[in-house]
């Protein structure tokens, strides 16, 4: 298949993959870098391998301009593995913990947590608009002070809401974030977080590996009597190679990570969101009500935009026609 047979996938994840990362992988599939085998058969502690992961923790401190008081870990399943590994290590049965919910993805975490403690959902966008429309701002937000940590989904995927402001947690108590769906598509004040993490089909590679970037001093709090490979403190201590990693998402991950820096970094990637989301909201807005995008102006995402058609009918033929246009992905 060649660049023009490519269609326009929309896809919110497993996403569309920069082209130019695709055949690089596709020339180097046999022969990576002169070993004379394929990254695919290659040990995981090999210095291919480590060099692989060395710079993708650079580079990625470097875009999200990280300190040096943050890890970066590599584990192997999605972003639904970190909402049960989150409170596996951070919680015991008798502590708490706060919940922010803003749609699937926060109430599928909110599930999981409550299998490791107690749970304080201190707020819950749908009970204010029914259907999960918006993003608290940080004064609609009260933390309590017995919180062992503060969860939040930082651009809600489904929904296509997203922060725009993150609260900032009391001193003391770590803001979590799922950034599954926005991680590098815009600066973040890293400093406001004590976990960030991210599974890598939508922004960051393929399926099957999840990052997850945490501050030392949680670490050294991780439960211990958590088993050693869903262990945050075990896996940083083998440098994310406790057990075989996946490495082929991670070499993955690895050139799309170098690929962000070379188009130009954060930066850039905000500018094209921005611009590509203004151009797709303009058009909403022209007919919002045929076009049927409900969320709050201040929570939109620029990552995933969502509206319905007014009919079954109209949304029938909506996606006949873009598909028709070689646009897939969009339902
Ligand atoms: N969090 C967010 C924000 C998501 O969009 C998704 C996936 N669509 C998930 C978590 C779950 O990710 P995974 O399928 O990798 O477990």
Redesign the pocket.
């Known amino acids: 298949m060649n660049h023009a047979s490519r269609i326009v996938n929309f896809s919110?994840?497993p996403a569309v993959l920069p082209e130019t990362v695709l055949n690089d992988i596709q020339n180097e599939l046999l022969n990576y870098q002169e070993t004379g085998m394929s990254i695919l058969e290659m040990h995981h502690r090999s210095e291919n391998v480590s060099q692989i992961l060395c710079e993708i923790s650079s580079d990625l401190k470097s875009l999200l301009k990280l300190s040096d008081d943050f890890e970066i870990l590599f584990i192997p399943?999605?972003?639904?593995?970190q909402?049960v590994l989150i409170p596996m290590n951070l919680l015991t049965g008798h502590q708490r913990a706060s919940y922010i919910n803003t749609g699937r993805?926060s109430e599928?975490a909110i599930n999981e947590a409550r299998r490791f403690g107690f749970v304080d959902i201190i707020y819950d966008a749908k009970a204010a608009d029914h259907r999960f429309y918006h993003v608290p701002t940080p004064d609609q937000l009260f933390f309590p002070a017995d919180s062992r940590y503060i969860y939040l989904?930082s651009?809600?995927?489904?929904m296509g809401t997203q922060y725009h402001v993150y609260p900032i947690a009391p001193k003391g108590i770590p803001l979590v974030a799922?950034m599954?769906?926005d991680i590098l598509s815009k600066e973040i004040p890293s400093d406001q977080f004590g976990i960030v993490f991210a599974?890598a089909?939508?922004n960051l590679g393929a399926?099957g590996l999840?990052i997850v970037i945490i501050r030392k001093e949680i670490l050294s709090a991780c439960n211990d009597t958590t088993p050693s490979v869903f262990n945050y403190k075990t896996i940083a201590s083998y440098g994310s190679r406790y057990n075989t990693p996946p490495v082929f998402q991670l070499y993955l991950t690895h050139k799309i990570v170098k690929w962000t820096c070379q188009v130009g970094g954060i930066k850039e990637m905000s500018r094209r969101n921005l611009e590509k989301s203004a151009l797709i909201y303009g058009i909403l807005d022209e007919d919002s009500l045929f076009w049927n995008n409900r969320v709050d102006p201040g929570s939109r995402s620029t990552m995933n935009i969502v509206w319905d058609m007014p009919s079954e009918e109209l949304r029938m033929l909506f996606l006949q026609l873009a598909e028709r246009e070689g646009m897939v992905g969009l339902a």
């Not at 399943?77 to 593995?81: C, E, L, N, R, V």
């Not at 651009?155 to 489904?158: E, F, G, K, L």
């Open positions: 919110s994840g399943g999605g972003a639904s593995f909402f993805w599928r989904t651009n809600n995927t489904v799922d599954s769906s599974g089909q939508k399926a999840s």
